[in-house]
């Protein structure tokens, strides 16, 4: 072939492979996942437990949809090759069957390599065939996770490819999650294998130091997320007691102010209305869904007081006050930095309350690890 015409092979061929999800994901995806509370200890009657939670404590209402199965499920491969699931999921399909007629989306998990984080089978080499084998069962979320100790960018845009290939030969739409702990600058590639989302990390743990070195560190990277390709914070640890109240509630909103994926990572079979509140709150659901798709950032800092911004599709800018310190204090957000001159309406969206206008700024005193979520409009 002619140089030239290489390149046009190359060049069409991404445009008209398109990513397997490309429809998926407008929003960033919102459901739960296993490993955070249960790690591989997961099964069929756990799964089953957690749909009807889902639907009977009001998530599903507030936007949950996918109930996401990590490492752990995997059995041995039958002598075609077909992997199949471990003793605790008798039937993959008729779990899907269970979750989808809850109306919820039901999502797994595997590796490109030989061997899952966990140890169990991963894909390596099965990739068409275990697609196929997922679509069967009626998946509609995959989680794949790198597990190997090493990577160069080129293999994983192999590997990844790969399987957005696969996922897309079987018709079915599948999200794709690219779990590789950020490295090689995955958020500038990730779209190009198919990714609806790539964490942007190494692994969440339900202590705040953790959280708000994930969460605050997310900063510079919201020009590669927008709908359809979101960059992934990893899940949600609220409601799994290792943090504050307060520290749950900047998790919370961090995650939503950086359009985040909110995937609760939590035991949806017995939470306090506490946690419940903080994962259903509507108006700050609201801010992690809208349909603008924008992360947003970071606009002042002052040692530990962090100020960051999300602009918002009906012109309004999110703006949450976060106090990084041990000791409440006052924070504010002066207007010109949020593009507004003169006086502004704000709403507490914790709170659920009109807080009146506003000249030029707003202070609030913030508890300690604490954050005020609030939502300004120009008048
Ligand atoms: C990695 C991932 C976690 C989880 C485990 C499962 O550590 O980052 O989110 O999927 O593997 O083994």
Redesign the pocket.
Known sequence: MKKGLVWVVIISSFITLPAAGQNLAATPPMGW?S?NHY??NIDDKTVRATADAMVATGMKAAGYVYINI???WQGTRDAKGVLRPNDRFPDMKALADYVHSKGLKLGI?SSPGPK???GYEGSLNHEEQDARTFAEWGMDYL?Y?W?QSSGTRSEMLVAYTKMRDALKKTGRPIVFSL?Q?GWNKVWEWGESVGGNLW?TT??IRDEYRVMAEIGFNQNGLEKFAGPGHWNDP??LEVGNGGMTEDEYRTHMSLWAILAAPLIAGNDLTSMTPYTVELLTNPEVLAVDQDPLGKQGYRIAQEGPFEVWMKPMADGSKVVGLFNRQRTTEQITVEFAKLGIDGEATVRDLWLKKDLGTFKGKYSAHVPRHGVVLVRVKSK
Do not use: S, V
């Open positions: 996942n490993w790690g591989p990590d490492d752990g998990y899952t984080c966990a989680k996770d597990c779990c702990y964490r190494g692994d990893d899940m």
